[in-house]
């Protein structure tokens, strides 16, 4: 009696991983900071008998579905410690993502071949911040766009009170009128 075995060892792509719960760092200019991310892995199998005897074992038909859970936590547990040891500042981690997976790549490739499998690409899509430290990125990019910020407050004034002397309809222009 012989069982017969069939392994795929094309590339399966477009598997996805990401944070479940935001990762909280250490940033050098907004202090601690939570982010999020995510993106996409391309896993091969490269030992098909390591891979029946670790992962398959006597399922009849097995699918990536069934491990790339586990790929998955394998993935954001090692981009975490990753980030958080690169120490890149919030603001610049999308100028990094290609380094970012290329180095969580290298230090978890080891690890899945311990599966008889190959990580044959690891990319980061998103590293994004809460809505509400998305807001505040916002106001403080204005405010920084506005440049001096009491130049250009004495420059609103200065509109309003002209848009509002040219208004003689206004509220404000029949109680001066009556004064």
């Known amino acids: 009696k012989a069982e ?8 399966f792509v477009d598997l996805k991983w990401g944070t479940k719960n935001p ?21 091969k199998v490269t030992d098909p ?5 670790e992962i398959v074992g006597t399922d009849g038909n097995f699918q990536v579905d069934e491990i ?3 790929l998955r936590n394998l993935i954001t547990s090692r981009f975490s410690s990753a980030v958080g040891a690169a120490g890149i500042p919030v603001l610049d981690m999308a100028a990094n993502y290609e380094q970012l997976g290329d180095v969580i790549g290298a230090r978890i490739g ?22 509400s430290v998305e807001e505040a990125l916002d106001k403080r ?3 920084g766009m506005v440049g001096n910020l009491d130049k250009y407050m004495k420059y609103q004034t200065g509109v309003a009170l002209e848009a ?6 206004g509220a404000a222009g ?6």
């Open 23 to 43: 990762l909280m760092l250490r940033d050098p200019e907004f202090g601690a900071a939570r982010v999020r991310a995510f993106g996409t892995y391309g896993v």
């Open 164 to 169: 509002g002397a040219s208004n003689s309809s």
């Open 68 to 70: 790339s859970d586990q």
């Open 49 to 53: 008998l390591v891979f029946i005897r």
């Open 174 to 179: 029949a109680g001066i009128g009556m004064g």
């Open 4 to 11: 017969v075995y069939f392994v795929n060892t094309k590339r």
């Open 110 to 131: 080891p690890e899945f071949g311990e599966y008889g499998l190959e990580l044959t690409k690891l990319l980061v899509e998103n590293i994004s911040v809460p809505p």
């Open 141 to 143: 990019t204005s405010a």
